[in-house]
């Protein structure tokens, strides 16, 4: 496994390896690695000749009162698993080496990005389009691998890929989650003793509203006020940010769930920030 920092080095290390006709696969992080990470590296190592893991917090997608200055960091541990997962390539960059002093170009979704998360977090998605296309320039791949965790990011990214006409093909990983459901995150380390076991309310609340799907109940106002009721009770979040139940592709609000739909949620709990989804009628995840 090699470790580059430069992306000129990266970009030229992608030059040559698609000269050989190998296949890049790109697993886009901001490091901290856990095993929702690692299950997207698991599923590029399939489909791809080379696997590039990058690793970088990325300012631009945090807005000024969020926790960019103390998003948790562990390169060492990241590199072991890296390591025992067969990552060919680290790409590590500094925050220098992305962004120059100058830098004025954006990458805007103008679209998907409004709602959920967009809302509460204003600028994010741009952040996010901006890094995940330098990123795509500068490794070359012919796959890139996100989470269903962040389930508007993986749509916004599809249609950055669709609209920009990158040759790439976007795999989405199922939702890695904790024996008692809560979906891994480098930023449950925030979470005292007690806010971890409230953080659990969370996925709770997601599985009583796919249980009244499952009985009958499609009507999205009941479900989620039930969510609402379930979150405070289990959860006794500090805020909740939102509950939305949205059309999958579209990321609409739907009135009926008869189509795809997807029921996500963002809470806070202390200082941390969490958000869940669950996608109904659920699919069978492939991976
Ligand atoms: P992050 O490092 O949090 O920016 O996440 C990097 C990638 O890992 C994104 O595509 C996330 O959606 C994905 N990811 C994060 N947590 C999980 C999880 N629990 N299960 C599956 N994928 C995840």
Do not use: W
């Not at 967009?118 to 994010?124: A, I, K, M, V």
């Not at 996010?128 to 389930?151: H, W």
Request: net charge neutral; with cysteine; glycine share 6%.
């Amino acid at each position: 496994m090699i470790i580059i920092s430069s992306s000129g080095e990266m970009q030229a290390q992608a030059i040559q390896l698609r000269q050989k006709s190998m296949r890049i696969g790109l697993v886009p992080t901001m490091g901290f690695l856990h095993d929702g990470h690692m299950s997207l590296v698991r599923i590029a190592r399939k489909m791809s000749d080379i696997v590039v893991l990058s690793s970088f917090v990325n300012p631009t997608q945090f807005g000024p009162a969020e926790d960019f200055n103390k998003y948790p960091r562990n390169e060492g541990q990241d590199d072991r698993l890296c390591e025992l997962e067969g990552v060919d390539i680290v790409f590590r960059p500094s925050a220098g080496e992305m962004y120059a002093k100058d830098h004025s170009v954006y990458v805007e979704e103008m679209d998907l990005s409004s709602g959920l998360c967009g809302q509460s977090r204003p600028g994010h998605f741009r952040g996010v389009t901006t890094i995940v296309a330098k990123l795509f320039n500068i490794v070359l791949p012919q796959i890139a691998v996100f989470g269903r965790k962040d389930a508007q990011q993986a749509r916004v990214i599809e249609q950055l890929v669709r609209d920009l006409n990158f040759p790439i093909k976007i795999v989405l990983g199922q939702i890695i989650r904790e024996p008692d459901g809560l979906a891994m995150s480098s930023r449950n380390s925030y979470l005292s003793a007690n806010e971890r076991e409230r953080a659990v309310g969370v996925y709770k609340s997601l599985c009583i509203a796919a249980d009244l799907y499952r009985n009958g109940v499609s009507d999205t106002a009941t479900i989620s006020n039930r969510i609402r009721s379930s979150l405070e009770k289990e959860c006794r979040p500090d805020s909740i940010d939102y509950i939305d139940i949205v059309d999958y592709m579209t990321l609409k609000k739907v009135d009926k769930i008869t189509i795809k739909s997807l029921i996500a949620v963002a809470v806070r709990i202390g200082h941390t920030r969490l958000i869940d989804n669950v996608v109904l009628p659920s699919e069978d995840n492939q991976y």
